[in-house]
């Protein structure tokens, strides 16, 4: 009866407050602004938020979830270790590939709900996800370097396949290219990016190891532009390719050094609508953006663990509303830009 009484005396506490918790922006306003470019320049990249825990979503909670609280205190909010690899679903879902948890973190901005993917495996956890795309037919790609296989998940997180097969040595990043339903893999310990048809069979082997144009040493990451070219970060070449719809040496960006327009690390790749390459160098903690035909138009960011700053950040992700999602891995979190484009998109 005293258990009872308890649960009624919480509930009618819940009601009184109004049966449910408002859910507060995810990312609220910054007290100070922060763009690239500085004023008075023409913005062009400005800083949203970042998304560091679970509870970054702001749930609120509906009745069950205040009676759940205090009956059985919180919920823990779940952390991120290494996030190393982003994207979206084009919609309202982020994934997060998050190498030392060996886990996928999933954020739906809409529901506010928060979800964990692991692959059907009996430790439940991936070896080393490292990279990771969304497949326009509903399916999440992962990409597990020591694996040496990729993850094939539905809509709703199980897994449905897995695409492997001794293709593989060390896949890292991948990206699908709808127009062409090709699957690009980098794959870093083949020096090679790995090109599969739309039936996940091996459409060609691109490079081999060196430093001449269309050569890689230990490339990393691959993002195709609207019109279809190719951007590999050849990674200990201190460099991006640029490759034609039909996989021949365009041009190559950057080279080693400590300038701007130089790279000591490039890692992620993205394209933005205006096929402009977006890069991000882990070792110099920055973003840096082309043009598609190789000069520097801005970069962003500095050592530190402050909005805008970054501790060997790895993958970068641009979705359709112009929102740049960057993996800061040893800062433990997501940061999130904006950005501002020159035209209607």
């Known amino acids: 009866m005293a258990g009872a009484r308890l649960i009624l005396v919480i509930l009618g506490l819940a009601l009184a407050a109004g049966c449910a918790k408002p859910a507060g922006p995810i990312f609220p306003p910054p007290a100070k602004p922060l763009l690239w470019p500085p004023l008075p320049e023409q913005t062009r990249v400005k800083y949203v938020g970042q998304l560091v825990t679970s509870a970054d979503l702001k749930s609120g909670g509906n009745v069950?979830?205040?009676?759940?609280?205090?009956?059985?205190?919180?919920?823990?909010?779940f952390s991120m270790l290494s996030p190393y690899a982003v994207c979206t679903d084009g919609n309202h879902r982020l994934f997060?590939?998050?190498?030392?948890?060996?886990?996928?973190?999933?954020?739906?901005?809409?529901?506010?709900?928060?979800?964990?993917?692991?692959?059907?495996?009996?430790?439940?956890?991936?070896?080393?996800?490292?990279?990771?795309t969304w497949d326009p037919a509903g399916r999440l790609i992962v990409s597990d370097s020591v694996a040496a296989k990729l993850y094939v998940f539905d809509a709703r997180g199980r897994q449905v396949g897995e695409i492997g097969g001794g293709l593989f040595v060390r896949p890292a990043g991948v990206t699908f290219h709808a127009a062409t339903q090709r699957l690009f893999v980098a794959d870093t310990g083949a020096h090679q990016v790995i090109i599969l048809s739309d039936h996940e069979r091996l459409y060609v082997r691109l490079g081999a190891r060196g430093t001449g144009p269309g050569q890689f040493n230990f490339p990393t990451n691959v993002a195709l532009d609207s019109t279809g070219r190719v951007y590999i970060s050849d990674s200990l070449n201190f460099r991006v390719q640029q490759f034609s719809p039909d996989l021949k040496t365009v041009r190559v960006i950057?080279?080693?050094?400590?300038?701007?327009?130089?790279?000591?690390?490039?890692?992620?790749?993205?394209?933005?609508?205006?096929?402009?390459?977006?890069?991000?160098?882990?070792?110099?903690?920055?973003?840096?953006?082309?043009?598609?035909?190789?000069?520097?138009?801005?970069?962003?960011?500095?050592?530190?663990?402050?909005?805008?700053?970054?501790?060997l950040p790895a993958g970068i992700f641009i979705d359709a509303a112009n929102r740049v999602w960057v993996a800061d891995s040893y800062n433990r979190r997501v940061q999130v830009f904006e950005y501002v484009s020159e035209g209607p998109s």
């Open 64 to 77: 069950g979830d205040q009676i759940g609280a205090a009956l059985f205190g919180k919920k823990p909010a």
């Open 96 to 132: 997060v590939a998050d190498t030392n948890a060996q886990l996928v973190h999933v954020f739906d901005f809409a529901t506010r709900k928060y979800e964990r993917w692991f692959p059907n495996n009996p430790e439940k956890r991936f070896a080393q996800p490292v990279g990771i």
């Open 254 to 311: 950057g080279r080693k050094g400590d300038m701007p327009g130089y790279f000591s690390q490039p890692k992620g790749v993205a394209v933005d609508w205006q096929d402009h390459l977006w890069v991000v160098d882990a070792n110099f903690e920055a973003v840096q953006i082309f043009d598609a035909n190789g000069s520097l138009l801005l970069e962003f960011g500095s050592e530190g663990r402050g909005p805008g700053e970054f501790w």
